[in-house]
C-alpha cells in the first residue's frame, strides 16, 4: 500500500522509491487481479491510493522504466477534467492532509486529471481501481451504496475499462459495508500485516502491508519480512473479525 512519491507525507523519496521497484523487477512476480499466481516467486500486488499528481509525474514513468504494473485506487469527486494553467510545481507542492479538503483540488489540482488517468489506464502498466466517490470513511457515512456504486460507474464510464476491485478508504469497514462493496466489486483491499494466499484473501478482503515512509528500498520485502508476514497472518482472521463488528452509522 502506497500513497505518494517526494509528498510531506504518507510518501516515499524518489531515490528510494525507485530503487524498491528495481528491487521488485529483480526478485517478483509483480500480479493484478485476477491474475493467476506463481509458485515459483512470490507474487505482489501494488497499489497505490488517492491518484495523487505525483503518482503522473514520478510512478507512472518508473512503472514503464521497469516494466510493472499497479493499482491505482481513484476518488471520482476529486478528478477534474484537465490541469488548466495550474503549474506542476503547485500541484505537487500541496501538504497531503490538504489534498481532499474544501476546494483545494479545484484550487491547485493536486490529483490526477482524468486525462491523465485515461492516458495511464489505457497502458498494461495501471489498473484502475475505486476508492469510493468521495473518500469518506464508509463507517461515519449514511451513504454507502451510493459512494461504492458512484464511483464504479464514474469510472467505467470515463475511462472505458471495468473496475473490478476496491479500496477501502482509510482501511475502514464492516460486515454490512463489505458486502455492499462485494455487490459491485469481485475484489476489496483493506490494511494489514500479512500475506494472502489466493485472491480472496480473509473472508474476501486482501489485507495490504504499508509501505510508505520507506527507510531503504529492500527490507520491506527481505526475505526475513516476507517470512514474518507469513507467520503473521493468522493475526489477520482475528482482524477481520473484528472489523467485521465494527458498529457504522
Known sequence: ??????????????????????????????????DVLSEDRPNICMVFDDAGYSFYKYVFPLLRQFDLRVLLAVSPKFILESSGSIDEVTRLGVPAEEMMVGDTHVKAVPFCTWKELLEMSKTSNVKIASHAYSHSNLLESTEVEDEVKRSKELLEGRLDRAVDSFVYPYGQ?????????????????????????????????????????????????????????????FRLYAKKWYMDRRPSV
Open 1 to 34: 500500500m502506497y500513497h505518494h512519491v517526494e509528498a510531506d507525507r504518507h510518501s516515499n523519496s524518489l531515490s528510494v522509491f525507485e530503487n524498491h521497484l528495481r528491487y521488485i523487477h529483480q526478485h517478483f512476480n509483480v500480479v493484478l487481479p485476477p
Open 173 to 233: 469497514f464492516n460486515a454490512r459495508i463489505a458486502r455492499s462493496v462485494r455487490r459491485h466489486h469481485r475484489y476489496s483491499f483493506a490494511v494489514g500485516a500479512g500475506d494472502n494466499k489466493t485472491w480472496e484473501g480473509i473472508g474476501g478482503i486482501l489485507f495490504r502491508i504499508a509501505a510508505d515512509n520507506l527507510k531503504d528500498p529492500v527490507s520491506l520485502l527481505s526475505g526475513k519480512s516476507l517470512r514474518r508476514y507469513k507467520y503473521l497472518r
